[in-house]
């Protein structure tokens, strides 16, 4: 059952298609050498009006694509980046079906292909046929077809590996809790693994081999020292327990930092550089937030962003505060401010959240992050310790696995501190101004 909110997929065409995707059944064969893959979906979803709107998904990057379904009569076209399906048996309200998809892909964003691994970075919509709303939460099976040499690791958890007569194994993951789609997705390799646990919670680290990545096993352990450290306080801060019961970091070459649901990818570089200077774990601590702000509870459209990025960046500073004392939770906001300021002395200035939907390219991405991190750290103020942390946990316990808007947020700490904060966010939020703090 799909626990997200329900809206209506806007697309490119301007139309709305009033489905809930409800279930992706993937099975992705990877070619390395060719950067590419060849893939077969089943798409499972539930008409939510009587309307005669077409199911319209991702197309982008794709060729020889081919449409099926054994349970609705359908066409289809592809119009730019978009597969539109139109179905000739009438679909009443409510009612549920699937439409299988075989295609080949070869993205320019959206994997990245390397010798020896590759891995999926964010835009799902440009490897897999799926919808692109962001408040749509979909349970995910896949099934990765590989070198059995190569490591695999996806959302879920490992379901099945099977050697096939071909020589390639089978590896199949399963996501049974909805997830947003921009979450979804998976990386193979021939990598090194060293794990850990906390509270019976597998923590997995997957590294290239040394002379690759001059990672080794000790280097690993010390760059990633404060992990379950951090699990504790997120888990503390929210009342909830790590969603999926383990979580992987990947690292690959380069700076990226990139969730998924249950894993992440991070940057060697990023990792080489925690060796030297211990607090720049930031990225570690971001990541890892995000299982429970952004992948769990979703901003249900890019109006909203700033509920995902803005607050797992201001617990990224509070994580620094509790870890490495009071100059490090101000040296945190202090690069916020400076950031929202130099973005707008550029010009580049704007609200945190729109009551009118905005589209992804227009979110503005320094404000989001650092201005929404900034946001948090004044309502804390003023509402102090005590109401912030409660705030804070009702939020996160309410909205477990839902999408939500800025008012979601708003009404729960109006509620749990007796505040009105119409005010508040008004000036904050809803406005361009920029606070002056002293520490």
């Not at 909110?5 to 065409?13: E, G, I, K």
């Not at 994997?111 to 408040?135: E, Q």
């Not at 790590?242 to 970091?249: D, I």
Request: contains cysteine; neutral net charge; hydrophobic residues 40%.
């Amino acid at each position: 059952m799909n626990t997200g909110a329900a809206y209506a997929l806007t697309t490119d065409l301007g139309e709305k298609a009033d489905y809930d995707v409800l279930h992706y059944d993937a099975r992705l064969t990877a070619n390395l050498a060719a950067k590419a893959i060849d893939g077969r979906v089943t798409v499972t979803a539930k008409k939510l009006s009587g309307g005669e709107r077409p199911l319209v998904l991702s197309a982008k990057y794709k060729t020889a694509i081919k449409v099926s379904s054994d349970n609705v009569k359908l066409s289809y076209q592809i119009l730019e980046d978009d597969l539109v399906i139109n179905f000739h048996s009438p679909l009443t309200r409510g009612q549920s079906f699937s439409v299988d998809i075989e295609y080949h892909a070869a993205p320019k964003r959206g994997m990245r292909f390397y010798p020896d691994h590759m891995f999926t970075v964010y835009h799902t919509g440009n490897w897999l046929v799926s919808h692109g709303n962001i408040a749509d939460k979909a349970s995910f099976d896949l099934t990765l077809v590989h070198d059995q040499k190569l490591k695999t690791i996806a959302n879920g958890r490992l379901v099945s590996q099977k050697s096939a007569p071909t020589g390639k194994m089978h590896s199949h993951w399963q996501q049974q809790t909805p997830i947003p789609l921009y979450t979804f997705g998976f990386a193979l390799g021939d990598f090194q693994l060293h794990s850990t646990a906390y509270n019976n919670q597998a923590i997995n680290f997957f590294y290239r081999p040394r002379p690759l990545s001059g990672l080794n096993r000790q280097k690993i352990k010390d760059i990633f020292a404060d992990v379950p450290d951090m699990m504790r306080f997120f888990e503390e801060k929210s009342a909830i327990a790590l969603p999926n019961k383990q979580y992987s970091y990947v690292l690959v070459p380069g700076t990226i930092a990139q969730e998924a649901a249950g894993f992440s990818m991070v940057g060697e570089k990023f990792a080489h550089t925690v060796l030297e200077q211990p607090g720049e774990n930031w990225f570690i601590a971001h990541e890892l937030a995000h299982e429970w702000w952004g992948n769990s509870i979703t901003c249900a459209g890019f109006s909203h962003f700033w509920l995902n990025e803005g607050l797992v960046q201001f617990m990224v500073a509070a994580y620094q505060q509790q870890l490495f004392g009071e100059p490090a939770y101000h040296r945190e906001i202090k690069l916020a401010l400076n950031r929202v300021k130099k973005a707008a002395e550029k010009g580049r200035n704007s609200p945190l959240a729109f009551f009118t939907e905005i589209a992804e390219q227009d979110i503005n991405h320094s404000i989001v992050y650092n201005k929404g991190a900034l946001v948090f750290y004044l309502l804390r103020e003023k509402l102090g310790e005590k109401h912030f942390w409660q705030a804070l946990k009702t939020y996160s316990l309410t909205f477990a696995g839902k999408s939500v808007v800025t008012d979601d947020l708003k009404r729960v700490f109006e509620q749990v501190s007796g505040t009105d904060l119409s005010a508040f966010f008004q000036r904050w939020v809803y406005g361009e101004e920029i606070p002056e703090l002293s520490f």
